[in-house]
């Protein structure tokens, strides 16, 4: 499974951003799949999940509201709606999949490179 995340750049604080992750390789609509950020000088954390059919999403307390996980298994793609923008969504973001949207949460068993997004005052 192959996943390529974009969509990131600099945006002002308050704006908003939408980020994308093409998968290919694998039946993608059999994965549950999931954003993951990292910012400088901290780990990874989890930010959103979404199952295999869109059915179930789960969110980091610290997104929940202003983003949105999504997919279209027609385009093997899923995406991440971001609005409302602080400066401490800084980050790189990860997209990965897994087969259980539980797991998918803690550890993804495929992982994709990073986009950046720079939230600015």
């Known amino acids: 499974v192959q996943l390529q995340a974009s969509g990131g750049g600099l945006v002002r604080a308050g704006g908003s951003l939408r980020l994308s992750c093409a998968v290919s390789g694998r039946t993608f609509s059999s994965y549950a799949m999931a954003w993951f950020r990292q910012a400088p000088g901290k780990e990874r954390e989890f930010i959103a999940a979404?199952?295999?059919?869109?059915?179930?999403?789960y969110y980091a307390d610290s997104v929940k509201g202003r983003f949105t996980i999504s997919r279209d298994n027609a385009k093997n793609t899923m995406f991440l709606q971001m609005n409302s923008l602080k400066l401490e969504d800084t980050a790189i973001y990860y997209c990965?999949?897994?087969?259980?949207?539980?797991?998918?949460?803690?550890?993804?068993?495929?992982w994709g490179q990073g986009t950046l997004v720079t939230v600015s005052s």
């Open positions: 979404i199952s295999w059919s869109g059915g179930r999403k």
């Open positions: 990965a999949a897994g087969v259980d949207i539980r797991v998918v949460t803690t550890t993804p068993a495929y």
